[in-house]
């Protein structure tokens, strides 16, 4: 999956979205886990909005993503508010040394753009090599309920001045998989006219019981599941699922 042109839409698209509610999130199991450390990995960071957040309330953050052209849009919202956020380009499945961690995040759905069960796997592999001891791990997917049920051939639609999307989600071949296919209309404001973009990018999830066993596989304990950016256990018609835990 190829972001290129995306990248720089992203944010545009993404104003709506509560990125609070992920700091929220995380500051809460920072305080119940008694995680005292501030240094922190934004895995999967995209262009870095909640890297940025997270900065500005004192974490020592470092971003990782696949995308160079998110991580452009990173570098220079970063170097904007003057903070001194280091990000860098990698593959979440085959994390190289990054140093070590007290928290590691994986947000905004990251997790569902990987292929497969050995691909969550490896990912996993690579955050419990990175996190310290007693470091705290959060990730949010989406659930099965929303791939097969919100997401499996429906098309949703955003219109505005600059920018105009028709967005089209299909089953995909896999076990609650989607395919979304997107395309933009893009103002061009020298000319005046509209650019088409079109991006098709894929997600995937699995029941909370893969999950719970990839975690522990990988050595994780502490495990908890909450829905919705409640912090309450999840319900059957949860949406987006939130897994905290820790490195003993």
Same mark, same amino acid.
């Given at each position: 999956? /190829?972001?290129?042109?995306?990248?720089?839409?992203?944010?545009?698209?993404?104003?709506?979205?509560?990125?609070? !509610?992920?700091?929220?999130?995380?500051?809460?199991?920072?305080? !119940?886990?008694?995680?005292?450390?501030?240094?922190?990995?934004?895995?999967?960071?995209?262009?870095?909005?909640?890297?940025?957040?997270?900065?500005?309330?004192?974490?020592?953050?470092?971003?990782?993503?696949?995308?160079?052209?998110?991580?452009?849009?990173?570098?220079?919202?970063?170097?904007?508010?003057?903070?001194?956020?280091?990000?860098?380009?990698?593959?979440?499945?085959?994390?190289?040394?990054?140093? #070590?961690?007290?928290?590691?995040?994986?947000?905004?759905?990251?997790?569902?753009?990987?292929?497969?069960?050995?691909?969550?796997?490896?990912?996993?592999?690579?955050?419990? %090599?990175?996190?310290? !001891?007693?470091?705290?791990?959060?990730?949010?997917?989406?659930?099965?309920?929303?791939?097969?049920?919100?997401?499996?051939?429906?098309?949703?639609?955003?219109?505005?001045?600059?920018?105009?999307?028709?967005?089209?989600?299909?089953?995909?071949?896999?076990?609650? /998989?989607? #395919?979304?296919?997107?395309?933009?209309?893009?103002?061009?404001? !020298? /000319?005046?006219?509209?650019?088409?973009?079109?991006?098709?990018?894929?997600? %995937?999830?699995?029941?909370?019981?893969?999950?719970?066993?990839?975690?522990?596989?990988?050595?994780?304990?502490?495990? #908890?599941?909450?829905?919705?950016?409640?912090?309450?256990?999840?319900?059957?018609?949860?949406?987006?699922?939130?897994?905290?835990?820790?490195?003993?």
């Amino acid at each position: 999956m /190829s972001y290129e042109r995306f990248a720089y839409l992203y944010d545009e698209l993404m104003q709506d979205v509560p990125y609070e !509610k992920w700091v929220e999130i995380l500051e809460a199991y920072k305080e !119940k886990f008694q995680v005292n450390g501030m240094k922190l990995l934004d895995l999967a960071c995209g262009t870095g909005e909640l890297s940025v957040r997270l900065a500005q309330k004192g974490y020592d953050v470092t971003g990782a993503d696949l995308s160079g052209d998110m991580l452009s849009v990173a570098q220079v919202k970063a170097q904007d508010l003057s903070l001194p956020i280091h990000f860098f380009q990698q593959d979440m499945t085959e994390l190289e040394d990054l140093g #070590e961690f007290d928290m590691i995040g994986i947000f905004c759905d990251s997790l569902n753009y990987l292929e497969d069960e050995n691909a969550v796997r490896k990912t996993f592999e690579g955050v419990h %090599r990175l996190l310290k !001891k007693g470091g705290l791990f959060i990730f949010d997917i989406h659930s099965v309920y929303k791939m097969d049920h919100i997401f499996a051939d429906a098309t949703f639609t955003w219109d505005a001045e600059e920018i105009t999307y028709i967005w089209n989600s299909f089953k995909g071949d896999a076990p609650h /998989s989607v #395919e979304h296919e997107l395309t933009f209309f893009v103002l061009d404001e !020298k /000319s005046g006219k509209y650019d088409r973009v079109d991006e098709l990018h894929f997600q %995937r999830t699995y029941p909370v019981s893969i999950y719970m066993d990839l975690v522990k596989q990988t050595g994780f304990e502490n495990i #908890e599941v909450t829905g919705d950016y409640s912090l309450k256990e999840p319900e059957s018609t949860s949406e987006r699922l939130f897994f905290a835990m820790i490195k003993p």
